[in-house]
């Protein structure tokens, strides 16, 4: 199969994002987003991997100033014609999430839904790359601003993995990377590309984090449409993060 190249899957599957079933609670992640991050209406809030803008959005409508950070040019389209629709302003920038440094720092940062984070290329570092992405979160917000991030849950990649997967290289237990393929169509052909994303266990992201310049305050289970204070369950989709900046 052709190499993993997340900008062109997306670019492609972009205008079809918003029909999926995970992008239908915005409004409740939202209101937990304003909740847990307790920012004044005018606060700056960074959207790492934003996607269509869905949260960067929502939260806009709000009264916050968003900046919108996307790998994929269809995406970015997407979210642009969102922010118009609902008459508010989103600064979206198109930028790799490991190599961001924005020009003002924000008060807060969100990384949702798999949006950069634990999603790698063919042969990319499945360390180096996140914690690339933590890095750019960091330099961009202010000490003591607040991160609330989602990861793939590694403990439920591990339980539901076979040993003729592992023998065949589509998941990797030593670094919980998955690969998996991925099809879509590209001037009336059927394309198909490997998939590449990384789990991650509670204490592997806590000290990411920490290494990274955060204080992790939580790890709570993080999957779409069931958010909230409690701890991660072993076979949901996703965990969240929660942490500050720490200050110097």
């Not at 939202?30 to 934003?50: N, T």
């Not at 020009?103 to 807060?108: A, C, F, L």
């Not at 634990?118 to 890095?135: F, K, N, R, V």
Request: some cysteine; charged content about 25%; proline content about 5%.
């Amino acid at each position: 199969m052709p190499d993993c190249d997340w900008k062109a899957f997306f670019d492609i599957y972009a205008p079809r994002y918003m029909q999926e079933p995970f992008t239908t609670d915005t409004l409740r992640e939202v209101d937990f987003i304003v909740e847990e991050m307790a920012l004044p209406s005018g606060s700056r809030i960074l959207d790492m991997g934003c996607g269509t803008g869905r949260h960067s959005v929502e939260l806009a409508r709000r009264g916050y100033r968003m900046v919108g950070v996307d790998l994929s040019t269809g995406m970015l389209n997407e979210a642009r014609k969102a922010a118009d629709e609902a008459g508010v302003t989103v600064e979206l920038i198109e930028a790799d999430a490991t190599m961001v440094r924005l020009s003002e720092p924000v008060d807060g940062a969100i990384c949702l839904c798999e949006g950069a984070f634990g999603l790698l290329s063919t042969g990319e570092g499945q360390y180096t790359h996140d914690l690339d992405i933590l890095a750019s979160i960091a330099h961009a917000l202010k000490p003591g601003g607040k991160l609330i991030l989602n990861a793939l849950n590694g403990m439920a990649k591990v339980r539901a993995a076979t040993p003729e997967q592992i023998a065949e290289g589509i998941f990797d237990p030593m670094c919980l990377r998955e690969v998996f393929p991925l099809n879509y169509e590209m001037d009336g052909e059927q394309r198909q590309f490997d998939g590449h994303e990384r789990g991650f266990v509670p204490s592997e992201l806590r000290l990411m984090l920490t290494v990274s310049g955060f204080d992790v305050q939580h790890i709570y289970g993080g999957t779409a449409g069931n958010w909230g204070r409690r701890p991660p369950e072993l076979d949901e989709m996703e965990l969240m993060a929660v942490a500050v900046r720490a200050t110097l």
